[in-house]
């Protein structure tokens, strides 16, 4: 049988896209890999159809290391609502539970102080977290509930923008896995009067920027406008998800044999976790794990050319 032909660009990179509201992330991550012609891509985490904002987009070999972006800090601007609670616990849902609303800003302040630090909270129904192979939201439409264990998260800071009657804004800085739905839709049930998410922009992930980020529109007015050459510029080096990593400069003999798949013991490595590796031109060659032993052993390494 003939080999399937590969369809796309053999394109390395990743684009910092500002997700647009109303889409989901996959559909997303589609309209980028069309518009870019490539032959694999994948995102770094969901966000919410409603939510905006920094979405990573991984290309070609930059895919083998998407894991790392997907474990970084988040930062996000949220407005909530106070008074209603929704069976999505956002403005997307059906509104199940309302009340007054006697709130002032000095409660809110002290109750948010609460949910700083180490926190635990039950995903929602309506995440993309799976059970049996099925995402939890697919079953939730489905009207079909299962029992979900309370995750531990960190809420590294939490910050009070706006307060104006029953519309609330806040700057939330949170761990891998943290779900602002949930977080804001706890506040609201610690306040005794509901709240769900109207708004969410996902501003920063890891050391990557909103400030940094193209918008899907501009994409593609570059393509329609044939600008091939402005869209790769726009591509990161794989390297650049991993900023603040040890770094290790190999030797040309080094590098053969970590290329073999070998673990070796390198002066001046680090004692443990892991580190960048890169070839003596100065090429970004992967990532490695110290190894009990103290070995560089390696972990993830680009595709090397026969």
Excluded at 5 to 21: A, E, M, N, Q, V
Excluded at 217 to 225: P, T
Aim: proline share 4%.
């Amino acid at each position: 049988m003939a080999r399937r032909r590969k369809r796309g660009r053999d394109i390395s990179g990743i684009l910092l896209l500002d997700k647009p509201t109303d889409m989901t992330s996959n559909s997303a991550l589609q309209d980028a890999k069309y518009l870019y012609f490539a032959a694999k891509a994948g995102h770094t985490g969901a966000l919410d159809p409603i939510a905006t904002g920094v979405l990573p987009v991984c290309f070609g070999e930059a895919t083998k290391f998407s894991q790392f972006l997907l474990n970084a800090d988040k930062k996000y601007q949220v407005v909530a609502k106070l008074g209603e609670k929704t069976t999505t616990s956002d403005r997307e849902g059906e509104v199940v539970e309302s009340h007054p609303v006697n709130v002032t800003e000095k409660q809110f302040v002290e109750v948010m102080e609460q949910f700083r630090g180490e926190i635990k909270q039950v995903p929602s129904m309506y995440s993309a977290l799976k059970h049996n192979g099925t995402p939890l939201h697919k079953l939730a439409r489905q009207g079909i509930e299962v029992e979900r264990e309370a995750r531990e998260v960190t809420i590294y800071s939490l910050e009070l923008v706006s307060f104006d009657d029953d519309e609330v804004t806040m700057d939330v800085h949170c761990s891998k896995g943290t779900y602002v739905r949930n977080l804001v839709e706890d506040i609201g049930d610690t306040l005794g009067c509901c709240a769900h998410v109207l708004e969410l922009e996902r501003t920063a992930v890891g050391q990557f920027d909103l400030s940094e980020t193209v918008s899907m529109e501009r994409l593609r007015e570059m393509k329609s406008e044939d600008l091939k050459l402005e869209m790769d510029q726009l591509l990161l080096p794989i390297e650049q998800a991993l900023q603040g990593w040890p770094q290790i400069e190999l030797t040309d003999n080094e590098a053969y044999y970590i290329k073999q798949g070998q673990a070796l013991q390198i002066s001046d490595a680090p004692e443990e976790g892991m580190v960048c590796l890169f070839e003596p031109n100065q090429d970004f060659l992967g990532v490695a794990k110290i190894d009990d032993d103290g070995k560089v052993a390696p972990h993830r390494l680009l595709k090397q050319d026969n």
